[in-house]
């Protein structure tokens, strides 16, 4: 007499455990995406354009320090206690000497004088080369435009710039940013997934000492 045909034997029922833990972990990774896509911060606008574009959605930093904050780093901040948050990039520190030159050709130089140093740099920023169009003269002593002095970033406050000054509401019209109003440092672009991955904003930015 044949052997019988066992169905969902041994063998099956290890598939279909291997199966249903894949099916789980797939599932839970989903979950993970769709929970971190809803709650990243999302990009409004077109001040941090070509680094951030309208609508992609950002990781901060986890367990970000303020005292870590460095020159060029792309942040959520407050420009003043109870305004909604922007996106910016970091150029002036802490006693830092910040100003803005308008070139003959319309666009802008930003100069900075670190903190302890003599010598003005000019902020070397690719993505700034197009982005210039009716610069306005900057700092007054409050850090907003308007005044073709020069100023010094006072203690525990920033000079904030966006990518696209054009087309960006930052330091020149909300004048010092408070640390304490930084929310935390762009890490992760989920969003769009064409251009997903860790961010490293201050990779192309330098101060070229000034002639």
């Known amino acids: 007499m044949e052997n019988p045909v066992v169905v969902g034997g041994r063998r099956g029922r290890v598939v279909r455990r291997v199966l249903g833990a894949v099916a789980a972990l797939a599932a839970v990774a989903l979950v993970g995406v769709v929970v971190a896509v809803t709650f990243a911060n999302r990009v409004d606008g077109q001040s941090m354009s070509p680094t951030l574009g309208d609508g992609d959605r950002i990781l901060l930093e986890p367990f970000f320090d303020v005292a870590d904050l460095r020159r060029f780093d792309i942040v959520a901040a407050r420009p ?3 305004r909604p948050a922007v996106v910016k990039r970091v150029i002036g520190l802490p006693g830092d ?3 803005i030159d308008i070139r003959p050709d319309g666009g802008a130089s930003v100069l900075v004088r670190p903190a302890g ?4 740099s000019v ?4 993505v700034w080369t197009e982005n210039w169009r009716d610069a ?3 700092c007054a002593a409050d850090g907003k ?3 073709a002095e020069s100023a010094v970033v006072p203690p525990g406050h920033l000079f904030m710039l966006g990518d696209n000054p054009s087309q960006s509401d930052d ?4 004048g010092w940013v408070p ?3 930084v929310i935390g440092r762009m890490a992760w672009r989920l969003y769009p997934l064409d251009r997903v991955g860790s961010l490293d904003p201050g990779a192309d930015m330098r101060l070229v000492r000034a002639r």
């Open 80 to 82: 003043a206690v109870g």
């Open 97 to 99: 000497a910040v100003r």
């Open 117 to 120: 140093e003599d010598v003005w």
């Open 123 to 126: 902020v070397d920023a690719p």
């Open 136 to 138: 306005r003269l900057c």
């Open 145 to 147: 435009s308007g005044s």
């Open 171 to 174: 330091s020149r019209k909300y």
């Open 179 to 181: 640390i304490g109003e």
